[in-house]
């Protein structure tokens, strides 16, 4: 079979980028599922909101990409703490279905609201000035921002692990994910700790909406239907380890991209096919601890 | 880790089958009695159609512990099976129902096998993730004709002599396969085998440990949901009269969530009641546009924080009364 290099590049980088928006939810959803022992359902549309917030900041207060770039995460973050103190500390000692559920509450609201006041169409977000244009890479021509966005979220995820796994912070979370009694003892403030890591969790899917707004425009329902993928991808991954998540969500990207170049009418479904044949040969995921 | 419906089932019981015997007997004659109310017939049965879907899902969470995201797959397939049964077959309408409701046992059969290797939260992401991946099935299918759906299917007589176009009698055959799963989702709770199906939801590794094959019956009350859960899906299209991708959303599926924890978790009567309730909005709250899906997240929130038992359920705590 004839490969056409250049589209075959096209479609690997494609899956390259959303790879990097599955690796940067899976990660936020892995750090909470760590902390809270939620799946958070509302994961997708807060990744909205991130986008929805670059788009509010550049159109009502003149602020350009990279001010979103800092800002959306910390007003969504804030908004997921307000979230996590008003509504998901009450389900602590509660079996994990109700976090689900409740999440999935939001989920709904959130994106009621949005779709109430902007419709189901998409909001054009322009690529920021700096980040426009192509570089000639001898093979194929590489959208500078397409590579912007997963440089970025490949130094983003890096920095999460390693802050997780390296910092004495992140030793902190651990030991308050394994026995929050022992480690409040020590005088940590662990309610405020679960607080923060959910904020961080949800500053990482506004992140990816902010990185996902100049490629795929800013609709209401962006989050919907990509966080059951993600779904998916956890799965797969199993979530035992947050540089699990991290290959896992690039991984499955890649795979997709292929796919799509190979046997495109599959492209929708391939991650679900895995799914089904991860779980029939290691149900516990592949980076994930049996349970 | 506590069982999710442990705050839903009232542990007081007295009397319970006799007290069950009248809420059905109740439940039976105001179904009948509703034609000649001038209540809009379609909606009662539309409403009775996800009333047994409700019920369905609820044999698998609230006897089992298991959460379904994923139910409208089941809803869907029969649909879609039976309305091409109907429309380009010619099928009459009872081999199209044997027809759509088989496609939904084959698929829960084949699904429950994949889902059941994991539980809790990630049971809930696999059968979601694998609706999601037949609704993409659905959309590329040529014999679903993608957006459009299945329109304009053929309601035909059932038996040969049932006339189906005719309101009235379409209503009661439908009652009619509303109490017939009704009755079977009662019958297998309170047999032997609903019985180990609450003790795995109490504590999976104890029913091991007693010697409980467990996944053995974890997968047969999948597969009898989603059994149950189809022939609702196939009843739903002499309703309709069409099959259409949003029966196979998974938002569909939050929506049978939602209608059973609305009703309670884990009672006998609160799908149905449940199902009634969010039919109902759907149908007075329609003109609100958007607002329908912030009512239904608010609703969500709602129950899951100060309503755990939902209405049944707290009716039924009130009076100490398992229904």
């Known amino acids: 079979m004839d490969i056409n290099v250049p589209a075959l590049l096209a479609q690997l980088l494609v899956g390259l980028i959303n790879g990097s928006f599955y690796a940067l939810l899976s990660l936020g959803l892995a750090v909470i599922f760590g902390m809270l022992n939620i799946i958070n359902f509302a994961h997708g549309a807060l990744y909205m909101m991130g986008a929805f917030c670059a788009y509010f900041l550049l159109n009502l207060l003149g602020l350009n990409y990279w001010w979103a770039l800092i800002l959306s995460p910390i007003i969504v973050g804030l908004f997921g703490m307000v979230m996590e103190r008003t509504l998901l500390q009450w389900l602590s000692g509660l079996d994990h279905l109700y976090g689900l559920l409740l999440t999935f509450g939001v989920a709904l609201i959130i994106q009621g609201v949005f779709q109430n006041y902007f419709g189901s169409s998409g909001l054009p977000y322009a690529i920021p000035e700096q980040l426009r244009g192509a570089i000639n890479l001898g093979f194929m021509y590489l959208p500078v921002y397409r590579g912007w966005v997963v440089v970025f979220s490949l130094v983003v995820c890096l920095l999460t692990w390693f802050m997780i796994e390296r910092t004495r912070l992140g030793a902190y979370l651990r030991a308050a994910t394994e026995n929050p009694t022992l480690v409040r003892a020590f005088g940590i403030n662990v309610p405020r700790m679960i607080t923060l890591t959910y904020g961080l969790g949800v500053g990482l899917a506004a992140l990816a909406g902010v990185l996902s707004a100049p490629i795929n425009q800013v609709r209401p329902l962006m989050g919907a239907d990509l966080i059951i993928v993600v779904f998916a991808v956890v799965v797969i991954g199993g979530m035992g380890s947050i540089m699990g998540s991290i290959i896992t969500g690039f991984a499955l990207g890649v795979i997709e991209g292929l796919t799509k170049y190979f046997y495109p009418e599959a492209s929708n479904t391939v991650v679900f096919v895995l799914m089904v044949l991860v779980l029939l040969v290691k149900p516990s995921g592949l980076t994930g601890r049996a349970t | ?323």
């Open chain 2, 1 to 323: 880790m506590t069982s999710i419906t442990q705050n839903s089932v009232p542990t007081t019981t007295r009397r319970p089958v006799r007290d069950e015997m009248i809420a059905f007997g109740i439940m039976t004659v105001v179904l009948a009695v509703v034609p000649f109310t001038g209540v809009y017939p379609f909606f009662v049965m539309q409403g009775l159609c996800f009333a047994l879907l409700a019920c369905a899902f609820n044999l698998l969470i609230g006897y089992g512990g298991l959460l379904s995201f994923g139910h409208a797959m089941f809803l869907g397939t029969a649909g879609y099976v039976s309305g091409h049964a109907l429309k380009v077959w010619g099928l009459p309408p009872e081999l199209a129902i044997v027809v759509g409701t088989g496609a939904s046992f084959c698929l829960a059969v084949v699904t429950g096998l994949i889902a059941i290797r994991r539980q809790g939260i990630y049971f809930a992401m696999i059968t979601l993730a694998l609706s999601q991946l037949l609704y993409f099935i659905y959309l590329q299918a040529p014999f679903t004709h993608g957006e459009d759906g299945i329109q304009g299917i053929p309601q035909g007589k059932l038996f040969g002599f049932i006339d189906l176009s005719n309101a009235t009698t379409l209503y009661f055959v439908v009652l009619a396969g509303f109490l017939l799963g009704f009755l079977i989702i009662y019958r297998a709770i309170n047999s032997p085998f609903g019985e180990v199906l609450k003790a795995i939801r109490e504590n999976e590794p104890r029913a091991i440990s007693l010697g409980y094959k467990t996944d053995q019956y974890k997968l047969l009350a999948f597969i009898l949901s989603g059994t149950l859960a189809g022939f609702a899906g196939s009843l739903k299209v002499f309703v309709a009269q069409n099959a259409s991708l949003t029966d196979v959303h998974w938002t569909m599926s939050g929506e049978i969530v939602l209608m059973t924890l609305v009703g309670g978790l884990g009672t006998i009567f609160g799908p149905v009641v449940g199902a009634f309730v969010i039919i109902a909005m759907q149908q007075y709250l329609a003109g609100f546009g958007q607002w329908v899906t912030v009512i239904q997240g608010v609703i969500f929130v709602a129950c899951v924080l100060t309503f755990r038992r939902g209405i049944v359920g707290e009716i039924g705590h009130l009076f100490k009364r398992s229904l």
